[in-house]
């Protein structure tokens, strides 16, 4: 797999998938250490804090899964395989919360095993990632509730 990792990030909205309701679909990854009691962050471009890797699934991407591993290794430059799936979360912000640049989304995220850490990685001069135990997710994600409903379905020790 190593061979076919981009070295550059996609950006844009253009190949965005979305529900037949208008919904953006959302895939992303609980990634979990060997022992299940660290999960790993990376810093959110926009707001700053620490978030779960993920995006949008596009178009050329034939499941969320794919799209989920696109996400984990461009955000958090990491390459993984899938667990299993966490279901959908949907998006509970208000419509005067929207914009267009973050229209309502439906989240789908996979708990995750990582393969391999790289050091380098598509978003390494954007994001910083940091692995924290259950306790610290939950205060840096509590702002974020499809992110923390995310974890919270995860097998992290609580």
Do not use: C
């Not at 471009?45 to 461009?74: C, H």
């Not at 439906?106 to 390494?124: A, C, H, N, R, T």
């Amino acid at each position: 797999m190593a061979s076919e990792l981009s070295k550059t990030a996609r950006v844009g909205r253009d190949n965005q998938r979305y529900s037949d309701v208008g919904e953006r679909l959302v895939a992303g990854i609980v990634a979990l250490s060997a022992t299940k009691d660290q999960v790993l962050l990376v810093q959110s471009t926009r707001r700053g804090g620490w978030v779960l890797p993920k995006g949008g699934w596009e178009t050329d991407e034939i499941t969320a899964e794919d799209a989920a591993k696109r996400e984990a290794w461009e955000e958090a430059g990491v390459i993984v395989s899938i667990d299993r799936d966490l279901g959908y979360i949907y998006d509970h912000r208000k419509p005067d919360e929207m914009t267009t640049h973050a229209p309502k989304a439906k989240y789908q995220f996979f708990e995750v095993s990582i393969e391999e850490e790289k050091s380098e990685w598509p978003e390494q001069e954007k994001r910083d990632r940091k692995w924290m135990n259950y306790a610290g997710a939950k205060e840096a994600l509590k702002d974020r509730p499809e992110l923390l409903a995310a974890l919270e379905r995860s097998s992290i020790q609580k």
